[in-house]
């Protein structure tokens, strides 16, 4: 049996014809041609705050292996540009968080000079289809969320553990609204219609102040 220490990923076809050694040469050499792995983040530059597209680390969790069965875990990759939903101004923040899993993709060229100018450029290098060449896309093999915006065929559900914020110098609800909690203001609440509780309206209702004989009324409509 040969020598795997020395003969590599050879096997006894390898040299059996000049089609057999060029195709062990052309697969060796497509090997080193990175194209898309999951990976798992590391670190991430930004936390959720509105700031610019960020950057993150991420270990590829797919391991190499030599011809004789040894296995390598391949380093990490630093400084890895991330995908958001974004068109101009108006975006999702939605930043990677440490521990994602997701997808990391491999330029035919080197990024380098790309990635710092945010423009046109030559390839920082003649390196092709490798690690350092990496775009992050998350959200691949992950667990289940806590906090989410949730589609379906009845209809869509936002949630969240902690508070939901809406921030608009107007918001406009068309359709019934239903609260089931305390509805708390800090400003005047203006109705252009009735306003009831229970059975009660506001704009009807009469009631008769203390010491008084005849009825009032609590507002004019």
Do not use: C
């Not at 060796?28 to 670190?43: D, E, M, N, P, Q």
């Not at 630093?78 to 521990?99: N, S």
């Not at 609260?179 to 009807?204: C, N, P, R």
């Amino acid at each position: 049996m040969p020598d795997k220490t020395l003969n590599g990923f050879r096997d006894s076809s390898t040299g059996a014809s000049q089609f057999s050694a060029l195709k062990f040469v052309i697969r060796r050499y497509l090997g080193k041609v990175r194209t898309a792995t999951i990976v798992k983040v590391l670190a991430v530059t930004n936390d959720g705050g509105v700031s610019p597209v960020g950057l993150v680390d991420i270990q590829p969790l797919v391991e190499q292996t030599d011809g004789a069965g040894n296995v390598t875990a391949l380093p990490p990759i630093y400084g890895v540009p991330y995908m958001r939903i974004q068109g101009g101004t108006d975006a999702v923040i939605l930043d990677p968080k440490i521990g994602d899993l997701g997808i990391a993709l491999f330029g035919d060229r080197d990024l380098s000079v790309v990635k710092s100018t945010k423009d046109t450029g030559p390839p920082g290098s003649s390196r092709r289809n490798s690690l350092a060449d990496a775009l992050y896309i998350g959200g691949l093999l992950n667990g289940t969320p806590v906090q989410y915006v949730q589609f379906e065929s009845s209809g869509i559900t936002v949630k969240s553990p902690t508070k939901v914020t809406i921030e608009a110098p107007t918001v406009a609800v068309q359709g019934d609204m239903t609260v089931s909690g305390t509805v708390v203001t800090q400003s005047t609440i203006t109705a252009s219609g009735e306003v009831k509780s229970g059975s009660i309206g506001l704009q009807a209702h009469h009631h008769t102040a203390q010491g008084a004989t005849a009825p009032t009324t609590a507002a004019q409509p």
